[in-house]
C-alpha cells in the first residue's frame, strides 16, 4: 500500500449544512497524520479546472458554524462522459494528490466511483472515499446523512410559526419541503411538527388519491371539538403535483363537500419553503455527524481504504465484505460505495425493505391520526 503524502477533499451537489464540520474534521485528522491537504473549489467542476487550494488549521478554524460549503458546490452533468473523468484524474496526478474525500449525495458519489473504476482508471488510481452529504437522506446504508437533522429543524421551525396562524383562523395549510424523490424529510418532520398529514412519493398515491386523503383529512379534523381545528398538511416536493393545482383541486372538492362554507376559512393555503430548507447555520448534531464522519473516512483513506463510504449506523445488518466497523469510532462503519449506490437505487425505486418500512410505517401512523 502506498502511503499518502497529500490528499484533496471536495464538496459537490446540493450543498447540506454540517460541510464545513465535514471538510474541517478531515483536514484536520489528514494533518495530524502528516498528509498535506487540498481543497477542491466548486466540487468535480472546479477539479477540471485545476481550482485547488491549501487547507489547514488556519483556513478550516472558524468554519464550524457555517451553513453551507467553504469550498463551493456545483452540479457537474460533464462527468458521465468518460473523457471528462481522464481530464480530472489527469489533474490529479499532476497534483500529486494520492487521495480524494467526496463529500455529497448520491450524484456526487456516484461521480466518486467512476473515477476510480479499475477499467477506466488503470494501475494504482487515487484512493476515494465519500462522506454522505445531503438533506434529503436518500442514500443507502447510512442512517443519517449531513444536513438532514438541521434540515429538518428548519421545517419543524416554519411549521410551528405556520401552525400559529392556522391555529388562529382555523386553516389548512399544505406546506412542501425539499427532498427530491425521497419522502424522508416530510415523513420526520411531519412527526416531529405534529402535522396532520404528510404526502410523501413512497406511498406511490395518483392524483386522486392525494386529493381525497387531504379533503378527508380536513373534514375529519373539522368534526372535531376542539377548539383548534386547524390542519397541518406536509408535501414532499417528490410529489409530482405542482402545488397550485394540488390547492385547486382540493378547496373545489372542499367547496362541494361543505357547501355554504366561508372560503376564506375553508380554502387552503400553500407554503412551499424550497431552498430555506437547505440554509442556516448546522445544528450541534450536524457538526458531530460530520466531525465524526469525516474522521473515519480520512482514517480509512490513510490506511489503504478505497471505494468506500464513511456511514453513520447503518440502518439494515451488513456481511463484512460490504461494511467494517471503523476503529475510531462505533457508531460509524465504512461501507462499499458500489452496495451504497445499489441500496440507493432500491430506497428511491421503493423496493428496499426499508422503503416499505417507512411507507407501512406512516400508514399506522396516519390511522392513529385520524382517529
Ligand atoms: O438534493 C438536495 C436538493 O436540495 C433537493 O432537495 C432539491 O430537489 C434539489 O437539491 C434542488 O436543487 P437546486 O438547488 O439545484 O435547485
Known amino acids: 500500500m502506498t502511503k499518502l503524502e497529500r490528499i484533496a477533499i471536495l464538496t459537490s451537489g446540493g450543498d447540506a449544512p454540517g460541510m464545513n464540520a465535514a471538510i474541517r474534521a478531515a483536514t484536520l485528522v489528514a494533518r495530524a497524520a502528516g498528509v498535506e491537504v487540498l481543497g477542491i473549489e466548486r466540487g468535480y467542476r472546479g477539479l477540471l479546472d485545476d481550482a485547488f487550494i491549501p487547507l489547514g488549521p488556519t483556513e478550516v478554524g472558524s468554519i464550524l458554524r457555517e451553513g453551507g460549503t467553504m469550498l463551493g458546490s456545483a452540479r457537474c452533468k460533464e462527468f458521465h462522459d468518460r473523457a471528462v473523468r481522464d481530464r480530472a484524474r489527469a489533474v490529479l ?6 487521495g480524494l474525500v467526496v463529500i455529497g449525495g448520491n450524484g456526487s458519489l456516484t461521480g466518486a466511483q467512476a473515477l476510480v473504476d479499475p477499467d477506466e482508471a488503470g494501475p494504482e488510481p ?5 462522506i454522505p452529504a445531503s438533506i434529503d437522506n436518500d ?48 415523513m420526520t418532520s411531519a412527526i416531529a411538527a405534529g402535522a396532520d398529514l404528510a404526502l410523501f412519493p413512497e406511498a406511490g398515491r395518483d392524483e386522486a388519491t392525494v386529493v381525497d386523503s387531504i379533503v378527508d383529512t380536513v373534514l375529519a379534523v373539522r368534526q372535531r371539538q376542539r377548539r383548534s ?6 408535501k414532499a416536493e417528490g410529489v409530482a403535483i405542482p402545488i397550485d393545482r394540488l390547492k385547486a383541486m382540493v378547496d373545489a372538492r372542499l367547496a362541494e363537500r361543505v357547501p355554504g362554507s366561508d372560503p376564506s376559512v375553508i380554502e387552503t393555503r400553500v407554503t412551499v419553503l424550497g431552498h430555506v430548507v437547505r ?23 490513510l490506511a489503504g481504504a478505497t471505494l468506500k463510504m464513511a456511514a453513520w449506523m447503518p440502518p439494515v445488518d451488513l456481511p463484512d465484505e460490504i461494511a467494517t466497523r471503523s ?29 416499505r418500512w417507512r411507507a407501512g410505517a406512516f400508514d399506522d401512523i396516519e390511522d392513529a391520526l385520524l382517529l
Open 93 to 98: 496526478r499532476a497534483r500529486g494528490v494520492g
Open 126 to 130: 487515487v484512493r476515494v472515499v465519500g
Open 139 to 186: 442514500l443507502g446504508l447510512t442512517g443519517l446523512s449531513i444536513g438532514v437533522d438541521t434540515a429538518m429543524n428548519t421545517i419543524v421551525e416554519a411549521c410551528d410559526k405556520i401552525a400559529d396562524t392556522a391555529t388562529a383562523h382555523d386553516r389548512t395549510f399544505i406546506i412542501e419541503v425539499m427532498g427530491r424523490d425521497c419522502g424522508y424529510l416530510a
Open 229 to 234: 381545528r386547524r390542519v397541518i398538511i406536509i
Open 279 to 301: 440554509g442556516g447555520r448546522p445544528s450541534a448534531f450536524d457538526r458531530l455527524l460530520g466531525s465524526r464522519l469525516a474522521n473515519v473516512a480520512v482514517r480509512g483513506l
Open 327 to 355: 476503529p475510531a469510532d462505533p457508531y460509524c462503519w465504512l461501507v462499499d460505495l458500489g452496495a451504497v449506490l445499489a441500496e440507493t437505487e432500491n430506497l428511491l425505486r421503493g423496493r428496499s425493505p426499508l422503503a
